[in-house]
């Protein structure tokens, strides 16, 4: 069974705060994000990584992924894979929108977290945490599980 991320409370200032204490449809209403299949798929030495999950909006407005940190790694950034004239090139993604109710696949073929310089020694079975962040001061800390070399 898969784990399921839901996305942490935003922060928030006093009167925000206390407003959440006594209101359970604010609380809910803080948590539009679902994260599934988090994934990472295993390359060898010091090659960057690629990661991939699926990101529904839950909520009634729309979510903005703003991109990834995570201590396991020198940078993360945001790219998608582009298929130009035979050749396949990756470009940087600066934020990405998902509507009410839709889910964002990010996979080999499009949306990717890319994965750079790995601080430490990383083998498939592993689970590396990685902070993703939303607009809004949103964020959620999802475990990533690493695959071989061939997963999608
Ligand atoms: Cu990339």
Known sequence: M???NVLQQPLLGLAAALCMAFSGLAQSAANP????HARIRWL???LPLAGYFDLTN?????????????GAFGGVMMHRTIHK??????MAVHDLTVR???????????????????????????EVPIHLIF??????????????ANMQ
Not at 33 to 36: H, I, T
Not at 61 to 67: A, E, V
Request: proline share 6%; glycine share 18%.
């Open 100 to 126: 009410p109710g839709q889910t964002l696949h990010f996979s080999p073929d499009g949306y990717h977290l890319m994965l750079m310089a790995r601080n430490r020694t990383l083998a498939t079975g592993d």
């Open 85 to 90: 004239g035979g050749e396949t090139e990756m």
């Open 2 to 4: 898969r784990l399921k």
């Open 58 to 70: 839950t909520g009634r407005q729309p979510l903005t992924f703003m991109g990834a940190s995570s």
């Open 44 to 46: 060898p030495g010091d």
């Open 33 to 36: 994000a679902l994260v599934e």
């Open 135 to 148: 607009s809004g001061g949103r964020s959620m800390d999802v475990m990533f599980a690493v695959g071989g």
